[in-house]
């Protein structure tokens, strides 16, 4: 039979959304990353547990809830896969995970990178994850090396001219 001629809450009923995808990587944390994992799944929580009172009768309520729990579904992947590594702990030698790093470009331009887990990147404040192209460029470098970072827009040489360990 045709969902057309289904009632909306028989339709509603058990479409459960399909789970976000976990990466294949091993889920690197900071110690910010994870008490923002557990603050994310703490919210969410609470949000189920309001939608839960009214998903019987409201239809918006039950698509929201049905959000609500794929992403805790994901989030419980996340933080069940984590492992924390704290950037005071690496060693200073070289640049690893939890550094931020200083690149200086062609032009003489210096820029800022965190290299964080993959939950914990955010572009606009340079947290990058450990696992992309920039990133894995800078593992293992020292100050005075040039990294080459293959971008979307062709290949760019950086230098790396400072990185310190801190909280990222």
Same mark, same amino acid.
């Given at each position: 039979?045709?969902?057309?001629? %289904?009632?909306?809450?028989?339709?509603?009923? =058990?479409?459960?959304?399909?789970?976000?995808? !976990?990466? +294949?990587?091993?889920?690197?944390?900071?110690?910010?990353?994870?008490?923002?994992? !557990?603050? !994310?799944?703490?919210?969410?929580?609470?949000?189920?547990?309001?939608?839960?009172?009214?998903?019987?009768?409201?239809?918006?309520?039950?698509?929201?809830?049905? *959000?609500? +729990?794929?992403?805790?579904?994901?989030?419980?992947?996340?933080?069940?896969?984590?492992? %924390?590594?704290?950037?005071?702990? !690496?060693?200073?030698?070289? #640049?690893?995970?939890?550094?931020?790093?200083?690149?200086?470009?062609?032009? =003489?331009?210096?820029?800022?990178?965190?290299? %964080?887990? +993959?939950? *914990?990147?955010?572009?606009?404040? =340079?947290? #990058?994850?450990?696992?992309?192209?920039?990133?894995?460029?800078?593992?293992?470098?020292? %100050?005075?090396?040039?990294?080459?970072?293959?971008?979307?827009?062709?290949?760019? *040489?950086?230098?790396? #001219?400072?990185?310190?360990?801190? +909280?990222?």
């Amino acid at each position: 039979m045709s969902r057309a001629f %289904v009632k909306e809450s028989d339709a509603d009923d =058990g479409d459960a959304l399909p789970d976000r995808p !976990q990466s +294949e990587h091993p889920n690197y944390v900071t110690p910010a990353g994870y008490l923002k994992l !557990q603050q !994310q799944m703490q919210a969410l929580e609470r949000r189920r547990e309001s939608l839960a009172a009214s998903a019987a009768e409201d239809i918006s309520a039950r698509a929201e809830l049905r *959000e609500v +729990e794929r992403d805790l579904r994901y989030l419980n992947g996340s933080f069940d896969r984590a492992a %924390v590594v704290d950037p005071k702990t !690496q060693p200073r030698t070289d #640049i690893r995970f939890g550094a931020t790093v200083n690149l200086a470009d062609s032009g =003489g331009a210096v820029h800022e990178f965190t290299i %964080v887990g +993959e939950d *914990e990147t955010c572009a606009p404040t =340079g947290h #990058i994850s450990w696992v992309s192209p920039l990133a894995r460029a800078m593992l293992g470098k020292r %100050v005075g090396d040039s990294v080459t970072w293959d971008s979307p827009d062709g290949p760019h *040489e950086l230098e790396v #001219i400072a990185f310190h360990y801190g +909280e990222a």
